[in-house]
């Protein structure tokens, strides 16, 4: 039976590749939740808006702009600060993605090794065989004689 010397190292590549997984996994879904907050906070933005602008057309409180043109304000500035929290999860996923693609890299590695040491191994238990089985030959073509 053939045993692999780097089984323990192949294992421990496979874990690392595991786990870094899960963590691009984790952070794809932030980034999904952090663009789904940003798309609430842009149609937000677009519905006090338009309000804004009906309101304006008929009579209205220099109040009621004060208020919708603060609210305003801050909506925008959410909009900023959740802009940049995307851009930092999008450059932690594609960090987190390269160190995925580099453990899998490393584990395929390992696995070529694997396969090249079974073929090796099946190898050398042909030509053992196949000598065996002219052994064989040989000797009853002798007795044959």
């Not at 294992?11 to 984790?26: A, G, N, P």
């Not at 798309?39 to 309000?51: A, L, N, P, Y």
Request: proline content about 0%.
């Amino acid at each position: 039976m053939y045993k692999y010397n780097l089984q323990a190292l192949l294992e421990h590549r496979k874990f690392i590749e595991d786990m870094l997984q899960k963590e691009l996994s984790v952070a794809k879904i932030e980034l999904n939740e952090e663009k789904s907050k940003l798309d609430s906070i842009q149609r937000k933005e677009r519905d006090v808006s338009s309000t804004l602008k009906e309101i304006k057309k008929g009579k209205i409180t220099s109040q009621d702009i004060i208020m919708h043109h603060n609210y305003l304000v801050r909506l925008n500035e959410e909009l900023i600060e959740l802009k940049k929290r995307v851009i930092s999860v999008e450059r932690l996923c594609v960090k987190k993605r390269a160190k995925v693609v580099e453990a899998m890299k490393n584990r395929r590695t390992l696995e070529k090794l694997k396969e090249k040491g079974m073929q090796a191994y099946t190898d050398k238990l042909l030509k053992k065989e196949q000598e065996f089985v002219n052994e064989i030959a040989v000797n009853r073509f002798n007795r044959n004689r």
